[in-house]
């Protein structure tokens, strides 16, 4: 079942009643939904620890309870199971042992950062967590570039001004980013700029790279078919003098326009000298 993000008081009377109804919670940190009990006054029930470390094993444990007639109730420390949080494995063997999963719905930080984000694009694609080396991180980004709807990353306050900057590399800065951090906490804010200005945001206060974030980016818009003139002539000058990436990233730099709109020029327009000094035997 899902738990409150941070202000206790977001959760359900659904989820009250099960929690104080069950024989046995399972919790991903016990310490903390105990707290959430305590300050709900509810004496804490049996609890029993089930995180990502000891999910196989614990879902054998819940498994067994429920068949010999007990009730559990499984929680993660905020949010909704199984959204990159423990979860899934333990739905998937209780159900797969042909006993009965009820979700009870509530606090989710992607439907939470969504509904104050402004992004108006109604397709959604949740990514999670991206991977923790900037490798295969631009790589997983380099995968997404092309899709229209909004994606939405979550990122630990250590890593998010690199994932941050490699957004803005891959993805291009003209797109719209909306920085959510420590949503329904006390120093919760919601900030919405350029992808381009989104690393300064973040140095520029030690406050902006604190806490849990949810990172929300406009999808792919419909690219220029051609560049405006200027640019081009630019572009096609350069490209005679510097290898095809040095003109693409002096283009990019002087003009504004999106490496990724100029990428694919400068391969149209090496193509094309190609073809033509070819055909002229130069």
């Known amino acids: ?25 399972a919790a991903e940190d016990t310490r903390n939904t105990r707290h959430l009990l305590t300050q709900h006054g509810m004496s804490p029930q049996r609890l029993l620890a089930l995180h990502q470390h000891n999910e196989r094993a614990g879902a054998d444990k819940v498994i067994a309870l429920l068949r010999e007639g007990q009730s559990v109730a499984f929680v993660s420390d905020a949010g909704t199971p199984a959204v990159s949080d423990p979860g899934a494995l333990l ?18 930080a992607l439907a939470t950062a969504l509904s104050a984000s402004g992004l108006d694009k109604p397709q959604v694609l949740f990514y999670g967590f991206l ?20 994606l939405v990353f979550y990122e630990a306050p250590h890593r998010v001004l690199a994932s941050v900057e490699d957004m803005r590399d891959v993805l291009g800065g003209e797109r719209e980013i909306v920085l959510a951090r420590e949503l329904t906490k006390l120093f919760e804010s919601i900030h919405r700029c350029p992808l381009a ?9 030690p406050n902006h790279q604190r806490g849990e974030f949810v990172l929300l980016v406009s ?16 572009l096609r000058a350069l ?15 002087i003009s504004g326009v999106s490496r990724n709109v100029l990428y694919p020029q ?6 094309e000298r190609g073809a033509v000094d070819s055909a002229t035997g130069v």
């Open 131 to 150: 991977p923790n080396k900037a490798v295969a991180r631009c790589a997983a980004l380099q995968a997404l570039r092309e899709r229209e709807e909004t």
């Open 91 to 108: 739905v998937r063997a209780v159900a797969d042992a042909g006993l009965r999963v009820i979700p009870v719905p509530g606090p989710s």
């Open 266 to 271: 400068a391969l149209a327009i090496n193509a």
């Open 219 to 234: 999808g792919a818009g419909q690219r220029k078919n051609e560049l405006d003139a200027q640019v081009e002539q630019m």
């Open 1 to 25: 079942m899902a738990t409150p993000l941070g202000n206790l008081r977001d959760i359900t009377l659904r989820a009250l009643d099960v929690l104080g109804g069950v024989d046995v919670i």
């Open 239 to 253: 490209l005679e003098e510097l290898p095809l990436k040095q003109a693409v990233q002096l283009t990019a730099k």
């Open 197 to 205: 200005d989104a690393p300064a945001w973040l140095r520029s206060d």
